[in-house]
């Protein structure tokens, strides 16, 4: 039986005690511990800290969203050798008449591998180097465990699809002086099934890289015969994804054996790669969706990479912008995905959920929300990146699906920020800031803390 202890930090609460070094930072983490236990399932309430932060929490909308107030100097506690992290970025919109919307998360593994989570939009290269540098200068630094890295030194970077929010810094990241030294490689589709639904310049300037500068980096899950020549007015249907069976992508030698594709993380974690395109792994088999078109924006969604980060009993679910809502132009690929996965998620579900499309009513259907987050009673977190450009998110329909009926236990829905007009809920958390979240005692509990953090924000 998968035993998990969920802890939520949020509004400086207490927690059980942080990993090693976390008091580098001045967090203020009590380390304080309220555990109850049914049949060997450990489920963790929130916890008060000495502080009473609780008792100082502000609230907006009339107390039906969660902020503040935050000690803006408070920093959360870094990566610990021997366990995972995880770090929803805030990315700011930009200035009038021209905000942008941006997604992008950094996870780091057991043993300090880089794994970056799509990389926002042109705007946002800044954000990325800075905390990519805060990264490999103050916390993956031999005084900490960690071997001594470049400071924009990351391992592999996954590119869940190809809209502009999640890839159009990619250039500017991997250009000049201050590129990113990319050591192991570039995850994405493959430049198959482009169409009018991506901005062609975006996607011109990853393809092209990914076929002449960082070639050597390029890792393709799915195939067509033949490719996009770079352009959206060929599709280049995919003839299959066999990039999902590639076993551990961080070798070459066990690439015919036909196992999962999954990038390891040190200490028995790694990432698993679930599925992209409309297609599924299904044991050791690749299963395709019906057919689905790419004129759609949410047709590129339903494309996203699908990746299960695990570590001891933790699991962390992402999935891009993937689409569930089976409407004309959203296929409903959240639903196909996890019938071909009911073993991989079994009755537990997942501890922390990303909410798809960056928590848009398009997203997070019955299917995915139920396998994700069974309603058992146990606790359980969802995070979703969102900027002040994405006008509604989170939709009031997406945490409604999560929080309704108790679905959570005492697990909270939050955000990076809320958007102008965005739904409400007294479960909403709205960070202003990075979201953290962090395994503890090799993946048998984690934390979660929501912060300002004034090195990602401008």
Not at 94 to 113: Q, Y
Not at 200 to 221: H, I, M, P, W, Y
């Amino acid at each position: 039986m998968r035993t998990v202890l969920s802890c939520l930090v949020v509004l400086l609460l207490g927690c059980p005690p942080p990993p090693p070094g976390a008091e580098d930072g001045g967090s203020t983490i009590d380390a304080g511990m309220n555990v109850a236990a049914d049949a060997g399932e450990l489920d963790a309430g929130l916890l008060t800290s000495d502080a009473g932060a609780i008792a100082d929490a502000g609230t907006t909308d009339a107390g039906s969203v969660m902020k503040g107030p935050f000690d803006a100097g408070t920093r959360p506690a870094g990566p610990s050798p021997g366990e995972l992290t995880y770090w929803q970025l805030e990315l700011p919109p930009g200035v009038l008449p021209f905000p942008r919307t941006g997604e992008a998360a950094l996870l780091v593994g057991a043993d300090g591998t880089i794994v970056v989570i799509d990389v926002g939009n042109s705007n946002h290269d800044d954000e990325l180097r800075a905390a990519i540098r805060e990264l490999n200068t103050q916390w993956l630094t031999a005084a900490r465990g960690f071997r001594a890295r470049a400071p924009l030194e990351v391992d592999w970077v996954i590119l869940t699809h190809f809209h502009a929010d999640h890839v159009a810094a990619f250039d500017a990241l991997t250009s000049g002086a201050d590129a990113l030294v990319i050591t192991r490689g570039v995850v994405h589709r493959g430049f198959v099934d482009v169409g009018p639904g991506v901005n062609e310049s975006d996607f011109q300037q990853v393809c092209t890289k990914l076929r002449g500068a960082l070639a050597a980096k390029n890792v393709s899950l799915c195939t067509a015969s033949p490719e996009s020549a770079c352009t959206v007015s060929v599709r280049a249907p995919a003839t299959g994804c066999p990039g999902l069976l590639l076993g551990d992508l961080s070798r070459t030698d066990d690439d015919a054996a036909l196992q999962p594709s999954f990038i390891p993380l040190g200490a028995g974690a790694r990432l698993d790669l679930l599925g992209v395109n409309g297609f599924s792994l299904e044991g050791a088999a690749v299963v395709a969706a019906p057919s689905f078109g790419v004129t759609d924006v949410n047709e590129e969604n339903a494309r996203s990479v699908v990746g299960l980060v695990r570590h001891g009993a933790f699991r962390l679910l992402f999935a891009g912008d993937l689409s569930g809502s089976g409407a004309a132009g959203e296929p409903d690929l959240e639903g196909f995905m996890m019938q071909r996965h009911t073993s991989t998620f079994g009755a537990l579900g997942v501890d922390v959920a990303h909410a798809n499309h960056h928590a848009r009513k398009t997203s997070s259907n019955a299917t995915w929300v139920q396998t994700a987050a069974p309603m058992d009673g146990r606790s359980r977190n969802v995070i979703a990146g969102i900027n002040t450009a994405y006008v509604n998110s989170p939709h009031q329909e997406t945490l409604d699906a999560w929080l309704t009926g108790g679905r959570l236990g005492n697990g909270r829905f939050v955000v990076t920020k809320r958007a102008p007009a965005a739904g409400t809920s007294p479960l909403l958390v709205d960070a202003d800031g990075r979201v953290v979240v962090q395994t503890v005692q090799q993946g048998d509990g984690y934390w979660l803390q929501a912060t300002p953090w004034p090195s990602v924000r401008r």
